[in-house]
């Protein structure tokens, strides 16, 4: 029940496109949504996050998409850049727990 | 202001032996994480400390002890080292619930 499940694995996008990762949970208790970012060498960094009293949370070209009765949310980067390859993890919590759960992870790479 | 350190940067070791990983943050955070983060795996989350004076198991915490020394300082005990337990080792602090995780930038251990 503390699972959260991440798709796709790897995903290659052209500059400019839009990028669309997706996560799934089944804590219903779950009430704090964050995606990290993490380039090679660095630790995991803050970079979007939404509670499930909203549908969307938009920080300029990082939108993130929840929808509660289907226990999903996914991230969209629009017009990627190379500069966004790296490995995003979606992460779920709740005011009940002390601690996040993540997801499996996504390696992201857009092409110039 | 650094934020999260942690020490060593790499380690090579040999099975069974023991070893200490060190982490500290400077931002006056109350609860303090251990992750290990594997191909494929995610962040898989060892121990945490809510608070100062209390530690917790998280999901892989077998083979593995923390000691929460200050509010500063949370460290990650390899007591017999194993093949099993190569990984990068992440260190992570937050201010409280549902608040952003900061990490440090990992220790890469291996054991041989």
């Known amino acids: 029940q503390q699972q959260v499940k991440q798709s796709p694995q790897s995903l290659i996008v052209q500059k400019g496109g839009i990028s669309i990762i997706n996560c799934a949970y089944e804590?219903?208790?779950?009430?704090?949504f964050p995606w990290y970012q993490q380039f090679p060498g660095k630790g995991p960094a803050l970079l979007i996050a939404i509670r499930p009293d909203v549908s969307e949370k938009k920080e300029g070209r990082f939108t993130i998409s929840f929808n509660k009765s289907a226990k999903q949310f996914s991230l969209h980067i629009m017009d990627s850049q190379p500069g966004d390859s790296a490995t995003y993890f979606c992460?779920?919590?709740?005011?009940?727990?002390?601690?996040?759960?993540f997801g499996q992870g996504t390696i992201l790479t857009v092409h110039p | 202001n650094a934020g999260v350190t942690q020490t060593p940067k790499f380690q090579v070791l040999k099975t069974g032996q023991s070893m200490t990983l060190q982490c500290a943050q400077d931002m006056n955070h109350n609860s303090m994480y251990w992750y290990r983060q594997d191909p494929g795996m995610g962040l898989r989350l060892i121990y945490y400390?809510?608070?100062?004076?209390?530690?917790d198991k998280g999901e892989v915490p077998n083979g593995y002890n923390v000691s929460r020394l200050n509010k500063r300082e949370f460290s990650l005990r390899l007591e017999s080292a194993a093949p099993s337990q190569t990984s990068v080792y992440f260190c992570a602090s937050r201010i409280g619930l549902n608040q952003p995780q900061h990490f440090g930038d990992g220790t890469r251990l291996s054991i041989l």
């Open positions: 400390s809510a608070s100062e004076g209390t530690t």
């Open positions: 992460a779920a919590g709740g005011t009940s727990y002390g601690k996040l759960t």
């Open positions: 804590n219903t208790a779950f009430d704090y």
